[in-house]
C-alpha cells in the first residue's frame, strides 16, 4: 500500500497513525482506541514492521521489545507519521500454569512514548502443551478450535471467552493506558 508522504497533507487532515502490523484486528482497535481517547478521528494505517522477536514471544521482556521494535522499525519506513504503535503478544508461565498478554508501545513524532500491558488469562493445558512443542498461541489456536487464523479475528481471548472479549475489546483498553502520557503530557 502507498501512502501519502505527511507533507502532501493540509494543517486540516487529521493527524496519522501507523500501527506496525497489516493484522486487521491491531488496525481497528487503534483507531478505536485513539478516536475515544482523543475524542477526534485518526488516519490510522498498517505497515509490515519487524518485531525482531521470536514468533512467540515469551515473557514480559522480550514481549515488550517486540512491540518496541514495531514501533522503531515504522518510524524507519514511514517517518512522516505523528504516531506510531507497536502491539505484540506474547506468552508467560507460571506455578499456575501458561497464559497469555500483549504490550503495547507508541510513540509520537516529538520521541514522548507511552506503554502498557493488557490483562492476562490463562491457556487451556492443551494449548500450552502445543505451544510447547514450537507452535505460535494464534496456529495453536486454529489446530485445537478448527479455526482458520484465528489472530487475525478474535483470537484466544475471543474464542475461550465465547466472544464476550474480543480480541480488538482486549487491545483496546491497553492502547487507551499506552495513551496516558499524551493525554497528559504536562506529567511526562
Not at 487532515?13 to 506496525?20: A, D
Not at 514471544?57 to 507519521?81: C, H, I, M, Q
Not at 492443551?126 to 486454529?142: F, T, V, Y
Request: proline share 4%; net charge neutral.
Amino acid at each position: 500500500m502507498n501512502f501519502p508522504k505527511r507533507e502532501n497533507f493540509q494543517a486540516s487532515e487529521k493527524p496519522l497513525v501507523i500501527v506496525g502490523s497489516k493484522n486487521p484486528v491491531k488496525i481497528a482497535c487503534t483507531e478505536s482506541a485513539f478516536t475515544e481517547a482523543f475524542a477526534t478521528g485518526f488516519i490510522v494505517n498498517g505497515i509490515n514492521a519487524a518485531s525482531q522477536v521470536s514468533d512467540q514471544p515469551k515473557g514480559d521482556e522480550e514481549t515488550y521489545l517486540g512491540a518496541r521494535n514495531r514501533v522503531l522499525n515504522s518510524k524507519k519506513t514511514f517517518p512522516e507519521a505523528d504516531y506510531w504503535v507497536g502491539i505484540e503478544g506474547g506468552i508467560g508461565e507460571d506455578g499456575r500454569g501458561m497464559y497469555a498478554f500483549a504490550w503495547i508501545y507508541i510513540e509520537n513524532k516529538s520521541g514522548l512514548h507511552g506503554k502498557a500491558k493488557t490483562g492476562t488469562f490463562y491457556l487451556p493445558k492443551a494449548i500450552a502443551e502445543l505451544i510447547r512443542s514450537g507452535m505460535e498461541l494464534g496456529i495453536a489456536n486454529d489446530q485445537f478450535f478448527a479455526q482458520e487464523n484465528s489472530k487475525q479475528n478474535g483470537g484466544a481471548v475471543g474464542i475461550l471467552t465465547r466472544g464476550t472479549i474480543t480480541r480488538q475489546t482486549y487491545y483496546n483498553q491497553a492502547i487507551v493506558l499506552a495513551l496516558i502520557p499524551f493525554l497528559n503530557n504536562e506529567l511526562f
